[in-house]
């Protein structure tokens, strides 16, 4: 059963999610209110919470640190992409006045949400379900009520971009908060969650993420942050996630099953960096030459990693990627004229007949991996001669599933030979 006192913190948090959500505010009001409201939360919890001694919230050092490494690693990544795809204003107020009241509202925000979290997940039988429940909540509240209202007149684009760069990263966040909350209290989750406000409210210059890095750095350093719990937990922190060693066959299992869990993080991590790299949504996408049109700069089979850049900034010089009635072309920028780009293959003699519209331009390169592409033509080239001979003769067809199932069969009765030798020799 949930207590009263948590009862009132979540429907004191519901209230005034939506009390903010709908009232329309001008002025100082904008920040007054949350303010107000934020401490109000942090005052009733901070009572609620039961301390005997401030320095009770010190005594999990394991939790805070891990807090505070895989906020650092988030920094890290966010500075890295910004040096690569660049970076742009903030959009917060810089002035004394403007810091002070930034810093108020950050302040009250993070202390009021911290520790209710704390709180709701403070004295719980069922572990997993409180922190899956306190994980929903948060990520609601820290979703904008206008921009859930708004949803259903947005496009699918506008849907995929928003649950990928706002919902799944806030949820991904909120999952680590909980846990560290959990194991740590507030001043875990608060080691997490404090630097990373602290960049985006207060830094000058900020990286100009698409939503597709939005979405990667978001998710990932999360998971990194849960691998690093997974090998420092303890065997009553483990308990504390409801995770009971003495049933998982002692600490050799316990190792087994913490390498276990960081291949499949890992494994899943590549999977979705590769996904999203062919695909584009990075802002990066790789292809292949397949003419040699750009000898000696580029020769066939040589893999090519594009960039999505604004048509401003492409200048006469760069190798771009653009769009054209017989496919994807990659020739270098000699002019520009009239908002066209007139683009020329460094083998040939003379430029393109037709200019490039900004809008066809794909990308522009930025590196060159020599031959690596020759394993995507030849099974490209694979899969035509077979996509050929199965669609063509069907004599031709049936002959060919035929020699491949009886080259299957035999293999399968080897093995079987060889299993029933091994059995008998044993």
């Known amino acids: 059963m949930i207590s009263v006192k948590k ?3 979540i429907v004191l948090i519901l209230v005034s999610y939506v009390f903010l959500g709908l009232l329309k505010l001008d002025g100082l009001l904008v920040y ?3 303010i107000t409201t934020w401490l109000l939360l942090f005052a009733i919890t901070f009572k609620f919470y039961e301390l005997n001694n401030l320095k009770d919230l010190l005594i999990y050092k394991t939790s805070i640190t891990v807090g505070l490494l895989t906020a650092m690693l988030h920094l890290t990544f966010l500075v890295d992409v910004g040096l690569f795809v660049g970076f742009g204003r903030s959009p917060y107020s810089h002035t004394p006045t403007g810091i002070l009241v930034n810093l108020a509202y950050v302040f009250s925000m993070l202390l009021g949400m911290e520790f209710s979290r704390a709180h709701l997940l403070s004295k719980t039988r069922k572990p997993v379900q409180a922190i899956m429940l306190t994980t929903l909540l948060y990520t609601f509240i820290q979703t904008p009520l206008s921009r859930l209202l708004s949803l259903p007149q947005s496009t699918p684009l506008e849907i995929v971009e928003f649950t990928g760069s706002q919902i799944l990263t806030i949820l991904t966040w909120n ?3 909980s846990t560290l909350a959990l194991l740590g209290g507030p001043l875990a989750s608060l080691a997490y969650r404090a630097p990373i406000e602290a960049f985006w409210w207060f830094s000058p210059i900020l990286p100009d993420l698409t939503w597709g890095w939005k979405t990667l750095i978001g998710v990932v350093s999360p998971i990194v942050g849960f691998i690093i719990l997974i090998h420092q937990a303890t065997p009553m922190e483990l308990r504390k996630l ?3 060693p003495e049933r998982m066959g002692g600490l050799r299992a316990i190792k087994r099953e913490r390498r276990e869990t960081l291949w499949t993080i890992a494994m899943c991590t590549a999977i979705i960096l590769t996904v999203w790299f062919s695909t584009g949504l990075l802002g990066l996408f790789p292809t292949v030459a397949i003419s040699g049109s750009m000898r000696p700069t580029i020769d066939v089979g040589d893999l090519l990693i594009m960039v999505k850049v604004p048509a401003e900034k492409i200048t006469p010089g760069d190798i771009i990627q653009y769009i054209t009635e017989r496919g994807m072309v990659v020739h270098r920028v000699i002019a520009i004229e009239g908002g066209y780009f007139i683009t020329k293959g460094d083998a040939n003699e003379s430029p393109d007949p037709d200019p490039v519209h900004p809008r066809n331009v794909r990308g522009k390169l930025i590196a060159i991996i020599p031959k ?4 995507s033509i030849y099974l490209k080239q694979a899969f035509k001669i077979l996509w050929t001979i199965l669609t063509g003769d ?3 067809s049936y002959m ?5 199932l009886t080259i299957l069969t035999l293999i399968s009765l080897k093995k079987r030979r060889r299993r029933r030798w091994r059995r008998r020799r044993w």
Do not use: D, E, Q
Request: net charge positive; glycine share 8%; aromatic share 4%.
């Open 400 to 404: 060919t599933l035929a020699s491949v």
């Open 242 to 244: 409801g995770i009971k």
């Open 7 to 9: 009862i009132s913190v």
């Open 175 to 177: 999952l680590l908060a």
């Open 32 to 34: 007054i209110l949350p």
């Open 394 to 396: 069907p004599t031709i």
């Open 372 to 375: 690596v592409g020759w394993v």
